[in-house]
C-alpha cells in the first residue's frame, strides 16, 4: 500500500546517468522542453529566431538539454556540414518543423531546394513552407531564388522608404505592437533552403551567383539562406564565411571541423543525426572545444513510431491552428502574349533598363519587361533547337518596331515631327517573316543567295554614307546631326543557311557593326543551336560578338559546353531563354505574337 500511495506522487529522482544518444527525440516533445509548456500555449508569441533542432549529451552537468540555431542576429544565415548519410537533410527537415512549431507563417516562410533527395518533399504541406522544387523543376528552382533575390532588392527599396534602420525594428514593427510603418511585402523572415550547395552550382553558374548575393545581402533584410554541404570546400570562396550559424554532423573530413577539435570530431559515431558541439558550460581544467556529442530530433510528432522520419503528423497538427499560407512562388505562364508585355511596359517606372523601348521578353528575375536597350547595346542574337521559339522572337520584335517607330521605308511618307522612324532589311531564307511589316516599313527582304548579296551591297552604300565626316565637333558628335533618316534593323532568321567564311554575303555590313551608334544599326541575327562552338567561322556573328551583342539562349544542348563565360545553354520549353549580357545572364520568356506566315 506505501508503494502505491508513493507511485502517485509526482516525483522524478535526479537522473545521474541519461539515456544514450540512440533514439531521436520527437520535435514536438523537444519543443515543449525547449519552450518549458506545450507548443500550442501561446502559439506564435516567439519573439526571436531560435530553433531547436535536437539534443545535446552534457554527463558532467548530468542533462540534456535543446540543441539550437539562432538565426535572429549574426547567425543568419546556416550551414549544416555533414558526410553522405549523416543525416544533413533530416537536420533540414527538422530545423522546419521546429520553426513551424514556435511561429505563426505570418513570421517565417520557407522556399526549398530538394537536389540531395525528396525527403524535403514532406515538409512542402506546411503553412510555412511556399515552394519546394528540385532538379526536375529547374524552372521552379530559378523562380525560387529570383522571388527571394526580388525580395532583397525591394527591401533594400522600402526599408530606407519606411525608416526601417534593422530587421529587429521591422519585427518589432511588424509582430511586436510597436508603431510605425512596415513594408506590405507579404513576408516575415524568409529562409531559402539549398539541399546539397554543390549539386546546385554544378548545374546553374547563373543560379548560383544569385544564391550568393542573397547568401552576402539576404540577413539584413530578413532573407536568410540554409545550406547543405559535405565539405565547406564545396562552397565557394566569396560565401564561406556567410554562414554565422554551423551545425556540424558526422564530418567527411575532420578537417571541416570549428566547433570543436578535429581529433574530437573523430569520435562522432557513424549513425544519422549524430554531431558535435563545443562545451557550453564553464568547465574547469577542461579544452573548450573538446566537444559534447548531439543528436537531431526527428521531424514527426511523438505519437508516430520511433522509425517515422515523414513530417506529415507535424504539419496536420500546426495547420489545425492556423490559416494563413506562405506566399506561393509566382511563376509566368507557359505562353505571355505582346500585349500582356505592352500593359506590362506602360505602367514601368525603372531606370536604366530601355524603358519606352522594344519590350520583347519577361524576365524570370522580377517578371517585368525585358527592353533591347539601345543605349547599351545595338543589336541582338538569338540561338536555339529547332521549335523553340527563335522565328518568333524576330516576329514580336518587329511588331514592337511597328507599335514604336513610324514607318521608314523609302516608299513611306514622312514620319511625323519628333517621331522616330524604322526601316527594315529582311533576310529570310525560310519566307515566314514576309508578312510580319507592311512594306512602309520593310525596305529590302532577300531569301536566296543571289538576293541576299544585292542586298547586303545597297545596305553597305546605305551605311557608307552615314559615316561621320571628318572635322566635326564633340557636340556634333553626341547629337549625331551629319546625317537624318531613319534607325535601320538587319533582320537575319536563320543565318546557319547562308554560306559562312569569306563566301558570307553578309561581309559588306560586318564593318558597321562596331559602329553602329554612329550610323544608325541595329542587327537582330537567329541561328540554330546546333554546333554553335563553331559560329565563331561566320564573320557577322563573329562582329557581334565582338561587339558584346546580347545573346539568347533558348532550347540548347548543355553538352556544347560553355557559351558565354562560365553560362552554358539547356534543355527549356518553347519561347524560354538565357539572355546572356557581356559577364550575367538571366532567363526571359519571349513575348509571343501572331503573325500570316
Known sequence: MIIDQLRKIKFEPYRLWQPPLTVPVAIDELVNRFLGHPWQKDYGSARNLVFPIGIIDRPFKHDQPPWTVDTSGPGANVLILGAGGSGKTTALQTLICSAALTHTPEQVQFYCLAYSSTALTTVARFPHVGEVAGPTDPYGVRRTVAELLALVRERKRSFLEHGIASMEMFRRRKFGGEAGPVPNDGFGDVYLVIDNYRALAEENEVLIEQVNLIINQGPSFGVHVVVTADRESELRPPVRSGFGSRVELRLAAVEDAKLVR????????????????????????????AGLHTLVARPALGSTPDN???????VAAVSRLTTAQAPPVRRLPA???????????????????????????????????VYLNFAENSHLMVTGRRECGRTTTLATIMSEIGRLYAPGASSAPPPPPGRPSAQVWLVDPRRQLLTALGSDYVEKFAYNLDGVVAMMGELSAALAGREPPPGLSAEELLSRSWWSGPEIFLIVDDIQQLPPGFDS?????????????DVGLHV?????FGGWSSAGSDPMLRALHQANAPLLVMDADPDEGFIRGKMKGGPLPRGRGLLMAEDTGVFVQVAATEWRR
Not at 264 to 284: I, S
Not at 341 to 355: M, N, P
Not at 524 to 528: F, P
Open 262 to 289: 578535429s581529433r574530437f570530431a573523430k569520435d562522432v559515431p557513424v549513425k544519422p543525426g549524430r554531431g558535435m558541439v563545443a562545451v557550453n558550460y564553464v568547465r574547469l581544467d577542461s579544452d573548450p572545444q
Open 308 to 314: 517515422v522520419f515523414e513530417s506529415d503528423s507535424v
Open 335 to 369: 505562353r505571355f502574349g505582346v500585349e500582356q508585355v505592352r500593359e506590362l511596359a506602360a505602367r514601368d517606372t525603372r531606370q536604366g533598363v530601355g524603358v519606352g523601348g522594344i519590350a520583347w521578353a519577361i524576365s524570370e528575375l522580377d517578371l517585368q519587361p
Open 505 to 517: 554575303p553578309l561581309h559588306k555590313v560586318v564593318p558597321f557593326v562596331n559602329r553602329a551608334a
Open 524 to 528: 537582330i541575327v537567329t541561328r540554330t
